[in-house]
């Protein structure tokens, strides 16, 4: 189970695009608001999420946990406890840690991106701590995905399906949604 974390003003593209691509893929996907079961995005768009945060538990189920970015949205999720324990369970554990936009500042803060590749929003760079950051849309390093933003939100997840499914299935969704690139 991928759970996707989604605070007062996340962006709605950055978290439902890569929901939508994971569930195209087979992957069971549950969204988790921060301190509501309806959770307003950062452009006004009012989501129901699968579960409150209060309901969420690390469990032998997890598989991974996906970070969507914007504003104050990524400020809201890393003053969450429970998104910060999820996020340093699944690292320690080698299990899939996506993030996008300004959401990767929330790995930098926790010092997990230390030598390895990764990317942000522009101007996200420098909370980073200690990463890679060659320009790229997408990094995959090891079990952590970063993305710039919500322009490459499918590359995002189609990046989470490769990770968590394989290649073969990512360009088999690729394939069906006609992504441009």
Not at 149 to 178: H, P, S
Request: charged share 20%; aromatic share 6%.
């Amino acid at each position: 189970m991928i759970y996707v974390f989604l605070a007062q003003g996340f962006e709605e593209v950055e978290a439902l695009a890569p929901v939508d691509i994971l569930k195209r893929g087979g992957v069971e996907v549950v969204t988790v608001g921060v301190g509501n079961k309806y959770i307003k995005g950062s452009h006004g768009i009012t989501v129901a999420a699968d579960m409150e945060d209060k309901e969420f538990f690390t469990g032998d189920d997890i598989q991974g946990v996906v970070l969507p970015g914007g504003m104050p949205g990524t400020i809201n999720l890393e003053a969450n406890r429970k998104v910060i324990d999820a996020v340093k369970f699944c690292n320690n554990n080698g299990l899939l840690v996506g993030a996008i936009c300004a959401a990767p500042s929330i790995l930098g803060h926790l010092g997990l991106l230390e030598g390895k590749k990764a990317t942000a929003f522009p101007g996200f760079e420098t909370e980073l701590k200690g990463a890679v950051c060659e320009g790229g849309f997408v990094e995959t390093d090891g079990n952590i995905i970063t993305a710039k933003g919500m322009g490459v939100a499918v590359e995002f997840g189609l990046a989470l399906l490769a990770y968590i499914k394989g290649k073969d299935m990512a360009e088999k969704v690729k394939a069906t949604i006609q992504c441009a690139n």
